[in-house]
């Protein structure tokens, strides 16, 4: 192999980008990739308990106990304090609240899945763009070495 960088270089480099997105980042295989990992993902961070955990910080008590204020200081809240107490309200819907975390979760999962940060499109335009941002900084030497290696090492053509 005697390749020399020449004039030729910005669309060797360009053809290497155009091989590599088209065989390794096609729709179908992204879209494959995406919904497997995103399912892989949503599982691992388990939103039912993370949602919980939320629920019971001291600073979603402190809003929900907050929120529960509002409502008793209205007309009808003071009403309502005449027949109920508002400190067993708040333990008696905390629980509630936190139990809720089940019932959100396929809601949250759902949104995340149909995001459309998470389309193909979208993922396929983040690696070409880190693709790009890659093959800039590369010297026409380091293109050169790189598809040298694709014909000798992965075709088998060396």
């Known amino acids: 192999w005697s390749l020399r960088p020449g004039n030729n270089f910005v669309e060797i480099r360009d053809n290497v980008k155009k091989t590599t997105m088209a065989t390794c980042f096609d729709a179908g295989h992204l879209s494959h990739y995406v919904t497997q990992k995103t399912e892989i993902i949503l599982n691992s961070l388990q939103l039912d308990e993370s949602i919980r955990e939320v629920i019971r910080s001291p600073a979603v008590q402190a809003l929900i106990s907050d929120k ?84 000798e090492n992965e075709l088998g053509w060396g």
Not at 71 to 82: A, I, K, N, Y
Not at 107 to 133: C, G, M
């Open 68 to 151: 529960i204020e509002e409502v008793f200081s209205t007309p009808e809240g003071l009403v309502l304090g005449l027949v109920v107490n508002k400190e067993k309200v708040k333990l008696n819907i905390m629980p509630s609240f936190e139990n809720a975390g089940k019932d959100i979760v396929p809601l949250v999962s759902q949104l995340i899945r149909d995001s459309e940060h998470l389309s193909e499109e979208k993922v396929r335009d983040q690696v070409d763009r880190l693709i790009t941002s890659k093959l800039v900084e590369m010297h026409p030497k380091n293109i050169i070495a790189v598809v040298k290696d694709m014909v």
